[in-house]
């Protein structure tokens, strides 16, 4: 930004040269602009990476449309395209577009959205693009979004030009009218409307396909990112500890990216994202200071009704303060809907999430009867989703009336002004009809938030969402770095050792307590104690996922430890993905997974690899515990740590099951919690949690008996 900024300013400093000597307070004010356009871009190093983009290209077009205009004031511009000639309102318009992106970018509120949409924009990852015709090449991420953004800029207000042009059509057309001139209408319908129009259209249909490229590249990386960060380093367990944690992050990832980025529009739909809302504002304003310098040069000699005082610009003025009205009531009108769209998607995903999970569940509700508890809990959630929803409706219903009612007026209202200037014959037909195309352009710009209203609230709730599913990630993070200090020991150290450990739960109540803790390789132990003591917590401790507490844990480097919990997570898939899960479904051979399955008795299983099926509701409790041991039977960890991990199968079973993992995994050193006392009786160590004050402390079996 640096090397533009200067390139502005001594452009700035030469575009003023000559309307100094020779005294042009218009020409001098294209060098002021440009010379506050290179501040802006000098201090926009700072800004968001996505604006900046914008504030580029907007400084690029200022010394490209500047130049033209200086040539064109020098008397430079070449004659065959004076028709064409640059007003210096454009290389303004420009410049001022720079400042004000500049400035907008200090916002609040605009960070809030950039910081998601700028970690794109960032990306140094490598990628694949092609630009038809040539070949598919590699390119850094953010340098194909630069790209694809520039050119969509481009493209857009290359279209706005256009539509300017068309609007001088329009006049042109109907004066041929009024004037009953047959050859100059059909020559503006064949060789003015004809290549303009349909230039146009190609020009759309470029912009479509360009922008679903960039939607649909921008949603990949995004939900990538977003994906990345929620399952790193156990992330998406401890925003489920956090107090006040996020409501269904799977709709934050699958939903609100989408919308953030283009109002998850499919096509079947009108909805608007950053990139809509970006480009619309552009064009927004771009058409707005087009055409109100076209109304203004149009409505200069118009006069105050029923008096002869000229007012410049005085339809200008009018579409000024009609569009500012507008824009303050609906604003006061429709300012709750904000709350109201946040609050619909969190209802619409807990309804979802409510029926999901009776769906997981089926059996063990239809075995409980509690479908009508069911219907109750599903009924409240949809009552409170259309409690919303009708609150929503009858709020937009007051906002689409007074839209609605300000949109019917705005077509006539430039007649109304109009008419008394054409009926005297001051005006002819095409300027008429010119006049109120310019003034509907610049109303609709100046309404733009009357427009867009009920979007602009929508788009600020998935805002909102992915900011606050943003912090509960950096939460999470920070949980990190919390709890028990978990460290790989190199060298000879053989032993898990724990020192000083004081678990807590997420409230802050301390639970366990231990001072000195040696768990030797090759010795099986066997954790017992009452319900609720924290035998589960201190695995989680082992594990490195539990963040409350303090104290130190020392693993073995290069250990690999599996916790196996009472109910395994089963993935929907195939039989072969939900038994080698989670490592990839071809790592192991058809053999080795049915010889798992065969030890872990679920040989009835072993010819149904690759079907496919909910198997967390087809097989039973004992039936996925024991694919769970068929799992570590494959996996074959140094440390299995084993949760209460047969409780659902008979003791017969259980010892069976254990003399497996004995005879299988010879090397691997078992810690298994357990009420029943046939587990401890299959271990040679025996720890029991047992009462201290308000929390436990885990010792020796004989210690803790004596301690009591």
């Known amino acids: 930004m640096k090397p533009l900024s200067i390139g502005v300013a001594l452009f700035g400093i030469l575009a003023l040269v000559q309307p100094v000597i020779e005294r042009d307070a218009s020409g001098a ?15 926009s190093i700072a800004i968001s990476s996505f604006l900046r983009i914008f504030v580029g290209i907007f400084c690029t077009e200022t010394i490209l449309f500047g130049a033209a205009a200086t040539a064109d004031h020098a008397g430079l511009w070449p004659v065959e395209l004076l028709r064409y000639r640059p007003p210096l309102t454009l290389p303004l318009t420009v410049a001022a577009f720079a400042i004000l992106v500049y400035v907008v970018a200090r916002f609040d509120a605009v960070r809030q ?52 042009r068309l609007n001088f059509f329009n006049r042109d057309l109907f004066d041929a009218i009024q004037n009953r001139a047959t050859s100059v209408f059909w020559q503006q319908l064949l060789f003015v409307f004809t290549p303009w129009a349909f230039g146009y259209v190609g020009m759309t249909l470029v912009e479509f396909f360009m922008r679903s490229m960039l939607i649909i590249r921008w949603r990949r990386w995004l939900t990538d990112h977003f994906v990345s960060r929620w399952l790193s380093r156990h992330n998406h367990y401890r925003i489920s500890l956090v107090a006040g944690q996020t409501d269904n992050p799977d709709q934050r990832i699958a939903e609100d990216i989408f919308r953030f980025i283009n109002g998850g529009s499919d096509g079947s739909i009108t909805a608007y994202g950053l990139y809509d809302f970006s480009i619309l504002l552009i064009s927004t304003i771009t058409s707005l200071i087009s055409f109100s310098v076209v109304l203004w040069n149009l409505s200069t000699s118009f006069t105050w009704p029923g008096t002869t005082i000229a007012l410049p610009g005085f339809l200008f003025w009018v579409a000024l303060i009609y569009a500012g009205l507008g824009t303050v009531i609906t604003h006061l009108i429709g300012r709750p809907l904000v709350a109201l769209y946040f609050k619909r998607q969190h209802m619409e995903a807990d309804f979802r999430f409510s029926l999901a999970r009776l769906r997981e569940y089926t059996e063990q509700i239809a075995l409980l009867g509690g479908e ?17 929803y009708l609150a929503v409706v009858f709020r ?55 427009t867009y209203y009920t979007y602009l609230a929508a788009f600020k709730s998935v805002v909102d969402r992915l900011n606050s599913f943003d912090v509960a990630i950096q939460q999470a993070q920070a949980l990190s770095e919390a709890g028990p200090h978990r460290v790989a020991e190199a060298g000879g150290e053989t032993s898990i050792v724990l020192d000083d450990i004081d678990l807590c739960l997420p409230g802050g109540r301390h639970i366990v307590e231990m001072r000195h803790l040696e768990l030797a390789p090759g010795q099986s132990v066997a954790v017992s104690g009452p319900s609720g003591s924290g035998k589960s917590t201190l695995f989680r401790a082992i594990a490195g996922v539990w963040p409350y507490g303090d104290g130190s844990i020392r693993i073995p480097q290069h250990a690999r430890i599996m916790v196996v919990p009472p109910r395994p997570y089963i993935p929907t898939g195939t039989l072969r993905a939900a038994v080698t899960y989670p490592a990839k479904p071809d790592i192991y051979s058809d053999e080795v997974i049915r010889s798992a399955l065969t030890d872990a008795h679920l040989g009835g299983l072993a010819d149904q690899l690759d079907r496919e099926d909910q198997w967390s509701q087809r097989l039973s409790s004992g039936e996925q515990q024991r694919v769970a041991i068929a799992r570590a039977l494959l996996m074959r960890p140094d440390w299995l740590f084993l949760d209460e991990s047969t409780s659902a199968v008979d003791e017969k079973l259980e010892a069976e099951l254990y003399a497996v993992l004995a005879r299988r995994l010879p090397k691997a050193t078992l810690m298994s919690i357990g009420h029943r006392s046939t587990v401890v009786a299959l271990h040679q160590r025996h720890l029991q949690m047992s009462p201290v004050a308000d929390k436990f402390r885990l010792a020796d079996a004989a210690t803790a008996a004596a301690g009591q």
């Open 372 to 388: 009508g508890a069911e219907q109750a809990v599903v009924g409240g959630r949809f009552a409170a989703l259309i409690t919303n």
């Open 29 to 43: 004010l294209l060098g002021v602009a440009m010379l506050l356009c290179a501040a802006a871009t000098l201090r």
């Open 113 to 164: 959205i950039t910081q998601i949409a700028d970690r794109y924009f960032d990306a140094d990852e490598l990628g694949h693009a092609r630009v038809w015709p040539f070949r598919r090449f590699r390119a850094r991420e953010r340098h194909v979004a630069i790209a694809l953004v520039v050119v969509l800029v481009l493209l857009n207000q290359a279209e706005v030009a256009v539509l300017v």
């Open 396 to 450: 937009l219903m007051r906002v689409t009336a007074f839209t609605q009612t300000f949109g019917q007026l705005s077509p006539i209202i430039p007649y109304v002004f109009t008419a008394p200037f054409y009926f005297s014959g001051k005006i002819e037909l095409g300027v008429m009809t010119q006049t109120a195309q310019a003034f509907g352009q610049v109303a609709a710009a100046l309404t733009f938030f009357v």
